[in-house]
């Protein structure tokens, strides 16, 4: 076993850890308050992710620095996406499919999915995995949007710097010596700033949709990072996910008033 | 070799002459049974199909096909009779019950008819752990779907979620009791972890609903 992977297990026990309590802790909430819609989408979600963790952990263990042929471990994120997915949709006020906003979702996510394929060469499970995540990020948009957690100028710095993230990731694939290093120091800075800033946004504005954008952010930069990076973006994953849990409490503590 | 057809028919001839003679959930439990093991037969074919067409061994298809496939047939069934017979929640779980019990039963004859049964252990082994896991991925399949009618949150996204936990909970379940030694031990608790865990979740939403029911009727009590 190589010590990226032994790395890797550890980052996945870790965060393991955290989402174990988080769901305990989602579960006691449900007991005091009264269970409610949100928090039982919100533990199914978790216990997915929590799972699909579990089950990364006994393929790492069992067939060490092998490829996953089908992984159920995707589809144990995917699931996660959904759930969360079907938990934010509950909570939409305003439903109206806007084009912009669902042709934002679909490029963004199929920009995604098309650095996965020509990373990876799995094309059929990155689009099947990919399209909750649209479904997820158009969600997010709307109820970031109708909610006005950020203003418009917030809300543009932060695409503008996503979208150069991903183009900055085409050089990557392809150049190689000083322009590479160059692209990658660049591009890698911009991604953790945006994690960075979302990151103290979610945990000031305690506001479910936009702690699950900081989540999705972190989500997609895990997807776009080699090893170490992989690693420091899985951490603040692991960050995003006890935000989700916090403002998921403020939301439901907003919802009893 | 097994013909599992021959075997189906064998098993579910007797049971489909008994619904003559039985009524109400009994014969839902019975029907629900039946409808299992065909699921089983039919999720055999296709997971064999998919193994020849995509060169899968076998080994890695039972790990990252079967419970993919399984999941999707068994989720289907269950969908089928909540739109067409308009099952109510208790029956849902009922369904739910008899389904993951007929495909585990049936799969269990196929396993035992084909490698044999002289090992007590193993018997024990087979029926508590691969049996029990059918019944526990659907149980929670039709506990999610149920909390999603109960919430009028019937959406696809929900319904795909849901069946997405199942089939996380059949693979991991697959890839840890693939290799003998302490994963497959871990594998083989799991199951029965997961049904106690279960257990407690629907006594606690029982307990909770009764609450609910009383203190409705003391409100309509005092009206």
């Known amino acids: ?257 | 070799m097994i013909y599992a057809e021959n075997v189906l028919i064998c098993i579910t001839v007797p049971l489909a002459i008994s619904l003559l003679f039985i009524k109400g959930s009994s014969r839902r439990l019975i029907s629900a049974f039946l409808a299992g093991m065909i699921v089983c037969v039919f999720s055999a074919y296709i997971a064999g199909f998919l193994e020849s067409v995509s060169g899968f061994s076998s080994e890695d298809t039972s790990i990252f096909l079967s419970p993919i496939i399984e999941e999707s047939m068994k989720l289907l069934l269950i969908l089928f009779c909540i739109y067409v017979f308009e099952l109510l929640d208790e029956e849902i779980m009922l369904f739910a019950v008899g389904v993951g019990a007929g495909f585990a039963t049936f799969e269990n004859c196929c396993i035992m008819l084909s490698s044999g049964a002289q090992q007590l252990t193993y018997v024990l082994i087979r029926g508590s752990a691969v049996g029990v896991m059918h019944i526990v991925t659907l149980v929670a399949l039709a506990k999610g779907l149920q909390l999603l009618k109960t919430y009028k949150a019937f959406s696809f996204a929900g319904t795909v979620g849901v069946l997405s936990l199942s089939v996380t909970v059949h693979g991991l379940y697959n890839l840890l009791v693939s290799k003998p030694g302490v994963s497959s031990y871990i594998g083989y608790v799991m199951p029965m972890i997961c049904t106690i865990l279960l257990c407690m979740l629907n006594r606690v939403s029982i307990e909770r609903g009764d609450k609910a029911y009383a203190e409705q009727r003391s409100v309509d009590e005092k009206s």
């Open chain 1, 1 to 257: 076993m190589s010590d990226m992977t032994l790395l890797g297990i550890l980052a996945t026990v870790l965060q393991s850890g955290v989402l174990a309590v988080v769901i305990v802790s989602t579960i006691k909430l449900m007991i005091n308050k009264n269970a409610t819609f949100l928090p039982f989408m919100f533990v199914l979600a978790m216990s997915s992710y929590f799972l699909s963790n579990l089950y990364w952990i006994a393929y790492d263990l069992l067939k060490p620095d092998t490829r996953m042929p089908i992984a159920s471990n995707e589809i144990g994120e995917c699931a996660m996406i959904l759930l969360l997915s079907a938990g934010l949709d509950a909570l939409l006020d305003g439903k109206q499919k806007k084009v912009g906003e669902v042709l934002f979702a679909f490029l963004f996510i199929g920009a995604n999915i098309v650095l996965w394929i020509a990373w990876s060469g799995e094309w059929f499970q990155d689009i099947l995995f990919g399209i909750p995540y649209v479904y997820f990020m158009w969600i997010l948009i709307r109820g970031l949007r109708s909610r006005g957690v950020l203003t418009l100028k917030e809300l543009l710095f932060v695409s503008i710097a996503c979208i150069s993230v991903l183009i900055m990731q085409i050089p990557l694939l392809v150049v190689k010596g000083n322009l590479f290093e160059l692209t990658e120091v660049v591009c890698f800075v911009v991604m953790f700033a945006v994690i960075t800033w979302l990151g103290i946004k979610s945990f000031r504005c305690k506001d479910f949709f936009l702690a699950s954008t900081f989540f999705l952010w972190t989500e997609l930069s895990m997807f776009l990072s080699p090893d170490v990076y992989y690693n420091i973006a899985m951490a603040a994953n692991t960050i995003a996910c006890f935000f989700m849990f916090l403002s998921m409490k403020k939301e439901l503590a907003n919802d009893l008033r």
